[in-house]
């Protein structure tokens, strides 16, 4: 995405070229230099945490027929490109909430090639601010360096104060052991235990007439009891 938040121009050219187009050429009569260099930026999001994130939000930002178009561009041109297929799917994956597209994505990434697999595991970190705030987040491993970010504040017996979501970060610049957050510092702990406060604190929210944070949905799968959600385990 560039500063005034609008989607990569190459997103924004091949979604509009489609609409005038008839299927089932998704990219029949796109500049074929458009689409080499929709390529080449897909190639980056294996190794290019601007570019994931990019991906990421310009995809967020998408409408449902506009986020179609784009899964369909991906299965037309991922022979084309030269990185495993988590590297593209993953970032959409990271924003999507959807149960329906998110098995689509699942399917299309089909099984984790060992080459692309997470370097780290999954971690929980948590603290208390004055007051009783719990302050969480769970560092969850995407593909090879890059994790995706839940952070959140909350009253156990009432929900949710804020909710944070960094769809794609590196894991060097991931929140650690000790990282400070609202003032915070925030310590290791066991992942089951957040995760079962984080699910409690959602029904809490319910119960209090309270609506979710759409950032905890692209969550949901980890929640047991919480959010319904018909996905599969990750690959």
Known sequence: MGESGEPHPLVT?????????????????VDLRVVDAWCAWLDALATDAEAALSASMAYKDLDPPARETWLRALEQDAERVGVPRVAMYAPLLAVETDPGRRQRIFVAMGKLDSSAAPRSPAIGLRGIAPGGLVIAAVVSPLYLDFVQVLACGFFPHSGFEWVRHDPIVERECALRDRSVVEGVVLEVRPLSGIIDELASSILAHRRAGKQLPDALRAFAHIFSPGLPDSSPASP
Do not use: D, F, S, V
């Not at 091949?14 to 009569?29: D, F, H, K, M, Y």
């Open 13 to 29: 050219t091949l979604i509009g070229e489609e609409r005038r187009q008839t299927p089932p050429g998704i990219n029949a009569g």
